[in-house]
């Protein structure tokens, strides 16, 4: 005769009372675990498919990321020429040193300018018989030919194209300045190159991030479609969907990291591989 429970007594139940909710979540991990196991065996399996599918991934990601990394130097060196820039204004061979000197007083008021340089034509000459080499022949001049000259070191906020060249157009409109040197050429052909390559680079990371999609996609169908009996089963035998879709889901993510290990890789070997050319790069003046 089953022994019954004396009144007030807990029932033998009620001592495993939540048991089955911690059993449901060990399960559920439990077939995760299991699950991702799988998934990686199965790709061990298939070794040449895996890998042949985790370098086009690699180089999928790995293009747009090396674009945008020579990007990114190539705004650094235009930030370091940029901030380097300078201007020369030659006076008119008929501007005294002290006009040179007024010049250089109203330029330096600017706030645009850091700083403004005054050489005058004297220094210039001894300058250049000193590095030119050409001493004989400077002493037959019966006059220095050379102006006195302005050297104007714009502030960090107008070195730039855009701001070094409102300054050239302010300076050749200045009484006495003959002529204003800078080359700005190469710097906004860079700067439009710069520009060129973002977007080709943003453009290319969409067609790319696409064929990703497609690979990965295409990858998963074909798994299903070798491994469709096993889901009929498992449909039959009360799988739901989520528990279907589990194993291929964690089959992408396995050739989603494989794929982002291989473009690392692709990455650091580039990267190695142009250190040295890099190295060599004159800094700028």
């Known amino acids: 005769m089953a022994e019954r429970n004396k009144p007030g007594e807990p029932g033998r139940g009620a001592n495993v009372a939540g048991s089955p909710l911690k059993d449901q979540a060990h399960s559920y991990f439990a077939h995760h675990r299991r699950v991702a196991r799988d998934s990686a065996r199965r790709l061990w399996q298939q070794p040449v498919s895996s890998v042949m599918t985790w370098l086009v991934m690699g180089i999928a990601l ?3 990321v090396g674009l945008l990394l020579l990007l990114s130097s190539l705004q650094g060196v235009s930030a370091g ?19 040179a000197g007024k010049i250089q007083a109203e330029l330096s008021s600017d706030s645009r300018i850091e700083s403004v340089t005054l050489i005058d034509r004297d220094r210039a000459l001894a300058e250049f018989r000193a590095s030119s ?7 037959y001049l019966e006059e220095n030919p050379l102006p006195h000259t302005l050297l104007v070191t714009p502030q960090d906020s107008a070195r730039t194209a855009q701001g070094v060249e409102t300054l050239v157009q302010y300076f050749g409109a200045q009484e006495g300045v003959d002529r204003v040197q800078v080359d700005l050429g190469w710097l906004q052909r860079l700067n439009a190159m ?7 680079a ?22 299903i479609e ?8 498992a449909k039959l035998v009360g799988g739901t969907d989520a528990f279907v879709r589990r194993p291929f889901l ?36």
């Open 81 to 99: 020429w940029e901030s380097s820039a300078r201007i020369t204004l030659y006076l008119s061979d008929d501007t005294t040193l002290e006009r």
């Open 250 to 285: 964690y089959t992408g993510a396995w050739y989603g990291l494989g794929g982002g290990i291989a473009a690392w890789l692709m990455l650091q070997i580039a990267i190695w591989w142009l250190s040295g050319p890099v190295e060599r790069l004159p800094p700028p003046p």
């Open 202 to 223: 943003w453009v290319l990371a969409l067609l790319l991030a696409a064929a990703v999609v497609l690979v990965i996609g295409n990858t998963i169908r074909l798994a």
């Open 226 to 233: 070798s491994r469709r009996d096993e889901i009929l089963v």
């Open 194 to 200: 710069a520009d060129l390559l973002a977007r080709a």
């Open 133 to 139: 080499g050409l001493q004989d022949a400077l002493d």
């Open 62 to 64: 790995a293009l747009p």
